[in-house]
């Protein structure tokens, strides 16, 4: 049974209606927005002018927020994936309701807001949280790991891991287990089977983890607020900072779309690489 052309029409016109709506016409918004002159007595002004991308590409202060989401995504995206992939492994290995339990554990965070999770690791690395009480009960000193970027690292691994374990237990869960009984009878002791049979299979879905947590990261604003503090500005702060305390609605239109076509940028070049290297591991499969 073929499905006619206008038949397909209708069934992808909503999707296309609601991508208009909620991301198209917005960015368009802003994108207009942006163009805007702002003077700090009379306000946003209608003009069309490229001063606020020009301040954005020249003042040290968004240089330095740029920067730090950037290593801040890459590093979270990072310890993520690797993170995920260890447990979403012992996953595919348990199996069975041990598998089932340790699942439901696993994703029940998603159930719970962001904010609240960022609220509670200040409880856990806070002055008078749990791990300033047993560094000092080890004789290590009170250590204290909040307002900086180690801080911001830990509360988007708890935040986004959730989120890479369901993408590579799918990965795990597309992979043969007689496969690892295969190269074991052949003589590949487990790290190899693993180096060599598992690791090219579950590629595909460590790009996309690592994509998708990057991505997740460099636009978040609740982990950083919370647990970055004043003093370490992103990219989500300053657009927050643009628009609520200096009332610069231009410029955090500019950095809105700066942000959004940067993360585009380098989700295309990555896309690219992966498939490059993807297509390398398959050919000499």
Do not use: C
Request: net charge positive.
């Amino acid at each position: 049974m073929t499905i006619s052309r206008r038949v397909r029409l209708l069934l992808i016109a909503p999707a296309v209606v609601a991508l208009v709506l909620s991301f198209v016409l917005p960015m368009l918004s802003d994108l207009r927005l942006s163009l805007s002159g702002y003077d700090d007595i009379m306000g946003v002004q209608d003009t069309v002018t490229l001063d606020q991308y020009q301040a954005i590409f020249q003042d040290s202060t968004y240089l330095d927020a740029w920067l730090l989401t950037l290593r801040i995504a890459i590093l979270s995206g990072l310890l993520t994936t690797l993170l995920g992939a260890l447990i979403s492994f012992g996953l595919w290995r348990l199996g069975g309701r041990t598998r089932s339990v340790v699942s439901t554990v696993v994703i029940a965070p998603l159930l719970v807001s962001g904010v609240v999770r960022a609220y509670g690791w200040i409880a856990v690395m806070g002055p008078a949280g749990l791990l300033p009480q047993l560094t000092g009960k080890l004789g290590l000193g009170e250590v204290t790991i909040l307002y900086n970027e180690p801080a911001m690292v830990i509360g988007f691994v708890h935040a986004l891991l959730p989120y890479a374990i369901l993408i590579l237990l799918a990965s795990f869960d597309r992979i043969d287990p007689t496969l690892l009984r295969a190269a074991a009878n052949i003589g590949a002791r487990p790290a190899q089977a693993v180096r060599l049979v598992v690791l090219p299979l579950v590629y595909p879905g460590i790009f996309a983890s690592v994509l998708l947590t990057f991505v997740m990261a460099s636009a978040a604003y609740a982990v950083p607020a919370i647990l970055g503090g004043a003093r370490q500005v992103t990219a989500a702060t300053a657009i927050f900072q643009e628009q609520n305390v200096y009332l610069n609605w231009p410029a955090a239109a500019a950095l809105a779309l700066s942000l959004a076509v940067g993360t585009l940028l380098i989700m295309v070049a990555y896309q690219a690489l992966t498939r490059r290297t993807t297509s390398r591991v398959e050919g000499h499969a």
